[in-house]
């Protein structure tokens, strides 16, 4: 279904929701909510995801860009390959 979409706009408090749509490549919008108070936590990881041009926040217009698809999947196995190739040696 993700693949199907053109772009997203997902609520701001969700971390999962955000970091799915990230897999794509295509334009993620953040929604924000109303009478939210968010932790330090959040705040940061949003602006990380910005910074990235991962996601934009929502204001009314849906603008084209893209982006590399976040993988993470494959960022963690590098990580533990290489962890695992220090250790051998």
């Known amino acids: 279904m993700l693949g ?3 772009a997203f706009i997902v ?3 969700s971390v999962s ?7 794509t ?7 924000p ?19 990235r041009h991962f996601v934009r926040w929502f204001d009314g217009k849906l ?3 893209s982006y590399d698809p976040l993988n993470e999947t494959r960022r963690v196995a590098d990580l533990v390959l290489k ?3 220090a250790e051998r040696l």
Do not use: C, H, V
């Open 4 to 6: 199907l979409a053109s």
């Open 11 to 13: 609520t701001e408090e």
């Open 17 to 23: 929701m955000i970091s799915e749509a990230a897999g």
């Open 25 to 31: 490549g295509k334009p993620i919008y953040l929604f």
């Open 33 to 51: 909510l109303t009478r939210l108070r968010q932790s330090r936590r959040m705040i940061d990881f949003q602006n990380a995801m910005i910074s």
């Open 63 to 65: 603008d084209t860009w």
């Open 83 to 85: 962890k695992l190739q």
